[in-house]
């Protein structure tokens, strides 16, 4: 079923109008659990027999020590870090998103514009600029948030990894409570855009077997949905 | 960008032109004769940031820039020189030459199909120059200038991702014509002092150089700035 490319900036203008696979940002706090929850969903729908992708705001692997160089590199202020994140995501969308979409696919995005947007507001970046920087993205046909406090978040974060990354923390408090309090800066900030997007909370705790179930029927449900003219 | 001049006691003299217009052999020339004067000089160009060069090289030679991705890579690297290098050095007295300011921008997004409105809203803060010279050249002197000096053409300063042109001389004269266009429209709405770059180098300088002497007349602080640089 046909969906029309919604761009951020509403004039945005893309070669095809049209998708037919559904476009889900997964977006919340760094440590809720996001990736995982792609994943399982991924695999929930495959064997449901919907082609489904997982994809980050990054381009593959080819380009990862490019990246990881540059993005690691405290002296990349938050603006110019800011547009590289928005270059970057422009790249994923033209040469991944778009054309798994025009094939059908479900693109589960493990972060959409929301969360590039959110990040780059607590950072204290203007807001409004932020969002034209994002003008080309895409606007997700359904958003999922895993559910998890700024707390939580961190010990999750912490059991995953060695340290917590301290490009998720405050600037200059790379600590337990400069992550907290950052990803509680992201909490607002995604609580404010929750009233514009189609928006499901998700709880994984403690039993996500029937969450999962939940959601995968929305997904199918807004696959079935078109907004072309017959 | 601002609509103001900046207020730094600094001193920003921008040159814009297209390849082979003439504009870095006379920033070099404006280098040598401000050193030789004792006053502080900074030089800068477009797409030079160290921290995202190499990336911007890589995803270049493997043509993955979008129009989008494109821009923004541009506006990083544009920021984190602005950001790290180019206003501290303003705040601190210098002499700042740019070899290209955001009008590159403005004027390639915009030929590749981007709207102006929103090229021009990523650097909306940007600090406008006191001095910002287009060196006008006809493209096809240009191209001539740059087969002389056996220049080899890249895909995208050719134009060839929007122009589909497969000879890359073709698809560069194309490209300069549109980004001609748009320079000139620049100049027109006072953004740009517009120079004949057809002229004799010595005369471009005498007049670049007589442009800039109410600047240099401007940093009165700089005795003192060279005083406590000797202390």
Known sequence: ?230 | MSDEHHKYPGCLVVVEGTDGSGKSTAINLLEDWLKTKGYPVYRTAWNSSPLVKPFMRHTKKKQWLDKAAFSLLHASDFYDRLDRLIIPRLQAGFIVLADRWVYTAWVRDHVRGLDLTWVKALYHDVPRPDLAIYFSTPPDIAVARLKHASRKLKYYESGQDISGLQDPWSSFLWFQEQMREAYLALADQGYLQLLDATLPIFEQQKIVRNWMAPLLSRLSLLPQFLESRQS
């Open chain 1, 1 to 230: 079923m046909s969906k029309f490319v919604h761009s951020l900036q509403p004039t945005w203008s893309h070669d095809r109008p049209y998708y037919d696979g559904l476009y889900v940002g997964i977006d919340g706090l760094d440590g809720s659990g996001r990736s995982t929850l792609a994943l399982s969903l991924k695999n929930w729908l495959q064997s449901e027999g919907y082609p489904t992708v997982v994809v980050t705001p990054f381009p593959n692997t080819r380009t990862h020590q490019f990246i990881t160089q540059v993005k690691h590199d405290r002296r990349l202020g938050t603006k110019s870090r800011h547009l590289l994140y928005a270059s970057l995501f422009s790249i994923t969308t033209q040469h991944t998103i778009l054309p798994h979409l025009s094939a059908g696919y479900v693109v589960l995005s493990d972060r959409s514009w929301i969360s590039l947007y959110a990040r780059a507001v607590a950072q204290g970046l203007d807001s409004a600029w932020v969002r034209t920087t994002l003008g080309f993205a895409l606007v997700p046909d359904m958003v999922i948030e895993p559910q998890a406090d700024p707390v939580s978040a961190a010990r999750r974060e912490l059991s995953a990894s060695d340290a917590l990354d301290p490009l998720e923390s405050l600037p200059n408090r790379h600590n337990f409570d400069g992550f907290v309090e950052f990803q509680a800066q992201i909490r607002d900030i995604l609580q404010e855009l929750k009233k514009q997007e189609n928006w499901h909370l998700v709880n994984l705790q403690p039993d996500s077997t029937l969450e999962l179930d939940r959601i995968v029927h929305q997904i199918i449900s807004q696959l079935e949905r078109s907004d072309a003219p017959s």
